[in-house]
């Protein structure tokens, strides 16, 4: 019984281990994207995931159903259209075009100024400070009283 006990307390650390972990590697991939929209501009989920799949730091690509949760949960990622995919046997489906927000994000650094709470970096959590306007905790630019949401609204 008392051997049971163990093995169950390993067996629970060890699923806990593997939660926390992937939570970091999603948040990774996350910040990941942004950064690929930035460089190479509106893409479908397809796309998204031949680039990831080239990039030496991703070990595990996402399977195409979180890609679309990671994709769709980013408040810095907006759906900017659709395109028309015909597969193997002439069927055709409209997959979403993907992009970030570049009403909001015009420069590299804005990408930092953007970033929730649950994508962000340990440093960058660090540095965020709730928006006084909208309430949303963020890492403002230097010298600024509100978050860059606010600041871009205007
Ligand atoms: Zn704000």
New binding site residues.
């Given amino acids: 019984m008392r051997q049971c006990g163990f093995l169950w307390e390993m067996i629970n650390k060890g699923v806990w281990y593997i939660h926390k972990s992937m939570g970091a590697n999603n948040r990774r991939i996350r910040r990941l994207i942004v950064d690929l929209l930035w460089e190479n501009g509106p893409m479908t989920k397809e796309r998204m995931a031949d680039l990831l799949s080239q990039h030496r730091s991703v070990k595990v690509i996402p399977s195409p159903h979180t890609l679309s949760a990671l994709l769709s949960k980013n408040t810095q990622v907006i759906i900017v259209g659709s395109e028309k995919i015909e597969n193997i046997v002439g069927v055709k489906s409209a997959h979403a075009i993907y992009d970030i927000d570049r009403e909001l994000i015009k420069s590299t650094e804005d990408i930092i100024f953007t970033r929730s709470p649950s994508v962000a970096t340990p440093k960058e959590k660090q540095r965020m400070v709730k928006?006084?306007?909208?309430?949303?905790n963020?890492v403002f630019p230097k010298g600024a009283e509100?978050?860059?949401?606010?600041?871009r609204?205007e």
């Fill in positions: 928006c006084d306007e909208c309430g949303r963020r509100k978050c860059l949401h606010c600041i609204c």
